[in-house]
């Protein structure tokens, strides 16, 4: 059985449309949309735009310090931890016979 209404074949997709995943017009209208939907719900929960673009920044800073800080005391984990690993280590190795 042939079909009687065959589905021609879509035409290849331009490097535009391959990039913003649709038509440019669709995506316009869908960005459009979801920014209406988002905007109305901030504005219920009393989030304002520059509030978000501060604690963006502010995260982004305070994550940089605390993981910088991290590295800052590798050092002391080191020290701290080689305290009890070497001389742990050290017995180990003379006490085992091979």
């Given at each position: ?25 669709g995506v316009i209208m ?7 939907v988002v905007g109305f ?58």
């Open positions: 059985m042939s079909d009687p209404y065959p589905i021609p074949p879509r035409p290849p997709r331009t490097g535009v449309e391959r990039f913003l995943g649709g038509s440019p017009l869908r960005l459009i949309l979801l920014s209406l719900a901030m504005s219920v929960f009393g989030i304002e735009p520059q509030d978000v673009i501060d604690g963006t920044i502010n995260l982004v800073h305070d994550a940089m310090r605390d993981g910088f800080g991290v590295f800052r005391n590798l050092g002391a984990y080191v020290l701290t931890g080689a305290v009890l690993v070497v001389p742990i280590w050290l017995l180990i190795r003379l006490t085992r016979r091979h």
